[in-house]
């Protein structure tokens, strides 16, 4: 009973979360980039007829036998040719089962079957004859080596699947992933057979044999995002780029400036995508569907994408993604990354729903998203830095749920909220900090301290869009998600911006009188996944401050006074 009256809380508390969120609709993108195509965004991928694979083991001995047709003797025997990797559809029958199957390892799952002709590119495919419960199938390529295990987990899973082909891929084989040179005959040989192939099947579609048989080519290129504050392209870290021909796939994962390179090469012309996962988390569309970018394109060479700013659903994709990318591996002042002990699954929502976004504590065992964010709110589509706000609001709950879970949940709302907008308050500054953009977020303005022209205090309007600031309690629906951790780490006093408007005293009254500063998010931290409420966490604040009784007074001005003084409208 405690559980359902504490969901219960937890829907309608996060439905208030950012509701007082400037709404905007965004304009056009007018900059140099890849601009999406309306018909090839959110539109499902369709399907043609089933192509000839050329890794087939049946098709790589037809390839070897044209070549001696040829008079190109291979210096191995035909037998040779035998199954290095299995091709194989999976079909889940629950989101668990989809769970369970992206667990596990060394599966890299398409949404898609990879041997059909692509008549409409689109960002996801959905099998048309499913159930809307059931998950699509998936696709993917295993090793022999690599079977066993796969397999053994399957049957543990319950998960039904099937073995569409038996596969010959020299190149992926286990001896040269141990390091034998590309420069040896073998590879050679395989090179020559593997481009046969394509031929016989009839997938040769680069138009000049002379330009598919050259030199090797590694896919690479460059993942840009556009930002609403900056107005121009960011680059994107750890995405994970996939470039893929049949059933012959390479991956990389994006540096900090956004580029990337794959880890294999090819002679081939390739298709690209995006998958918008990592080995922490997982960003879907939707319940079901994972949240992917396909290209639809292919090509010999680099992929330079720059998502631009329209209406679809990857752009609010790379707002979520740099969410997480920042608070599970980039800089998060300190804070303790989550501790999942499986992918935590994020949920988008290209609509309107009854909060800006959700956290769901593990009640249902995976089963739903551990994250929702709706994306419109109002009628009108958020900014994405509005949709990076409030991801990095529900990954703190995350976070703060799988590092002191015994006490996230005897803990009161307002402990869990406050801590929540504390997270979405320091990652959403640092974002942009380091794009050089803190003050197109909060400008500042000083105000003129008395006895002394020349003399002026640097104050910012207080809002609920950024410093969350804007907050008295007599905000009811409001109350819980106060200020009071941005309170100790800020240097704004948001009384004093009231002070200067000359608002009544009662009303200036009803709001925090912040007098500390610079308390490093760590430390807070610390304190309140030893609080369950706000009682707790200053009695702890406090003990802190006279066992430190210098450092606390002259570097946060965190004395018994100042902090009985900020805690004042929260009792």
Known sequence: MRYLLFLILLLTSCSRLDM???????????????ILNPVNSDLPMILGQKLENPYTVENMRNAYLELGKEGVILDFPITAISTTHFYLCYKPNSVQELNDLEEIKSLELFDFPCDYEVIRPGHYYRKSDLLDSIPTWRYSTVSVQEWPMVQDSL??????????????????????????????????????????????????????????????????????????VLGDYVPLENVKVIAFNFCWKTVGYTDSLGYFQCDKSTKNKVKYKIK??????????????????ND??????????????????????????????????????????????????????HYEGDALGLFYQRWFGGIMPDIKIYGVEDGAYRPLSAIFSTTSHEIGHMAHYTNAEEVYENSTEFVCESWARYVQYVLTYKEYEELGLLGTLDPVFAIPLEGGHSQSSPMITPDI???????????????????????????????????????????????????????????????????????????????????????????????????????????
């Open 465 to 571: 869009q950024y410093n969350f600031q804007y907050w008295k309690n007599t905000f009811t629906d409001l109350y819980n998600y106060s200020p009071i951790f941005i309170d100790l780490t800020d240097t704004y006093n948001q009384r004093d911006y009231y002070r200067y408007i000359n608002a009544s005293e009662h009303y200036i009254e009803d709001i925090p009188e912040d007098l500390i500063h610079g308390i490093p998010s760590a430390k807070i931290e610390e304190l309140v996944f030893q609080s369950t409420t706000q009682q707790q966490f200053k009695q702890r604040l406090l003990s802190n401050a006279a066992m430190m009784i210098r450092i606390y007074q002259t570097r946060y001005n965190a004395t018994q006074q100042t902090i009985n003084k900020l805690f004042e409208v929260y009792e």
């Open 20 to 34: 007082y969120e400037q709404n905007m609709l965004e304009s056009p993108d007018t900059k140099a980039g890849t």
């Open 276 to 293: 918008w996962e990592s080995n922490r988390w997982d960003i879907r569309d939707g319940d079901l569907s994972q949240a992917n970018y």
């Open 296 to 349: 639809g394109v292919k090509r010999f060479g680099e992929w330079n994408l720059n998502i631009s700013l329209d209406n679809y659903k990857s752009i609010r994709y790379t707002a979520i993604h740099r969410a997480l990318q920042r608070m599970y591996y980039g800089n998060n002042v300190g804070l303790s990354r989550p501790n999942n002990n499986r992918k935590a699954k994020i949920s988008y929502y």
């Open 155 to 228: 049957i543990m899973y319950n998960i039904d699947y099937e073995v569409l082909d038996s596969l010959y891929m020299y190149y992926e084989s286990s001896a040269v992933q141990r390091g034998f040179s590309e420069e040896g005959s073998n590879l050679v040989m395989f090179d020559l057979l593997e481009q046969k192939s394509f031929e016989i099947t009839g997938n040769n579609d680069s138009g000049d044999n002379a330009t598919n048989r050259a030199s090797r080519w590694t896919p690479s290129g460059r993942i840009m995002a556009y930002d609403n």
